[in-house]
């Protein structure tokens, strides 16, 4: 009898508009060693549809900085800019199905009315009963009842009711760009991924994503794992909104052991003047994924 190994696809999503910080690498390099462990591909997709704040410039650092740490995708770059029209028919087919609505609200009327939930604000639902067609602005979608869980392999079982805890949340931007959320999952289908390998910080953008797979698209929707969020001496996570430093570019290899150590990985000392592509061939054939910190946030050791 033979087994059939299901392919694995990967990805790795960042948003240029700036340059790999600590956190942002811990993250391809542990979404990297999945993928080279389960012998599939590791794609690259850089999230730049908001062009007020990505660039090409950023665009291209990021690739520069993953290829001098020797993470090299499979594959074209997917770039979301180049798939606008996708986006587009995915929403028309969201509002085909009538389960979404116009929202007029203004930013402050939305300040004053939500409560503050596990994933940012809920929103009460006031623009539920509008029933505008025509419409270029934003448009949220009908969240029916009902309990959804995850089970993440590291982080446990995960539970959201969103009608509860988050409300109908955007999938169109009042400014009329499709949303993340739709964007991302219309993106996974497309690449095909069987998995997704992010920070602990989307967590709620995951059960959104899951929401949207289940009434948007007939594929299976990919498996997704979290890994801890990397908090800087701040005890804020990294991140480029709170100018996180880049990565120092002069010492790969260095930032490589980092990233696996934070992982839960145990590189041996010999292995500390190794070149970047040694050390992730080690880390691939030692890849202990359920060595992980099982923690939404984790302290960057001084
Ligand atoms: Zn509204």
Redesign the pocket.
Known sequence: MTTHHPIYRGRFAPTPSGPLHLGSLLTAVASYLQARRALGTWNLRLDDLDQQRCSKVHAATIMRQLEQHGLEWDGDVYWQTQHIEMYEAGFSTLQRRTEG?????SRA??NTESLEGVDGPI?R????K?TATHYDG?W?IRIQPGQLTLNDPWQGLIRRDLSDDVGDFIVRRADGQIAYQLACVLDEAALGITEVVRGADLIGSTMRQLYLWWHLSDQKAPEYRHIPVLLGADGNKLSKQNHAKSIDQTSPSFNLHQCLELLGQTPPRMLLDATPDELLDWAVANWQPLAIPRLTQLAQAA
């Open positions: 609505y116009a929202c007029v609200c009327r939305l929103y639902g006031s623009c539920r509008s934003a949220r």
